[in-house]
């Protein structure tokens, strides 16, 4: 599967940007989906996940109440629905698959991973 994020962009603090992860070449249906984040100088973290089936989502702290991951499988892409933003959000979003995952907040067991789009923050 090929994975290709997109939707970020400049947002003023308290806005929002809705972030797509569309898939090509295989069904998300078969697919656990996560989001992580990476901001300049810092390791990789975990933002969010959705497991294969849509059913159980898990969230970071940080965010938990303010994103929202979502999956839609007639078009085959994943969102991550981000509200209430904060410049401590500033960070480069990437998602990532597991074929038939339950959704970890681990970048292991992610075999795919799109290209990464930009998040800024700011007044």
């Known amino acids: 599967v090929q994975l290709q994020a997109s939707g970020g962009g400049l947002v003023q603090p308290g806005g929002s940007l809705r972030l797509s992860c569309a898939a090509s070449g295989s069904t998300l249906s078969r697919y656990a989906v996560g989001w992580f984040r990476q901001a300049p100088g810092k390791e990789r973290e975990f933002v969010a996940t959705i497991n294969y089936s849509g059913v159980s989502t898990t969230y970071a702290d940080s965010v938990k109440g303010r994103f929202t991951i979502s999956k839609d499988n007639a078009k085959n892409t994943v969102y991550l629905q981000m509200n209430s933003l904060k410049p401590e959000d500033t960070a480069v979003y990437y998602c990532?698959?597991?074929?038939?995952?339950?959704?970890?907040?681990?970048?292991?067991?992610?075999?795919?991973w799109g290209q990464g789009t930009q998040v800024t923050v700011s007044s």
């Open positions: 990532a698959a597991e074929v038939y995952g339950s959704g970890t907040r681990s970048t292991v067991p992610y075999d795919y």
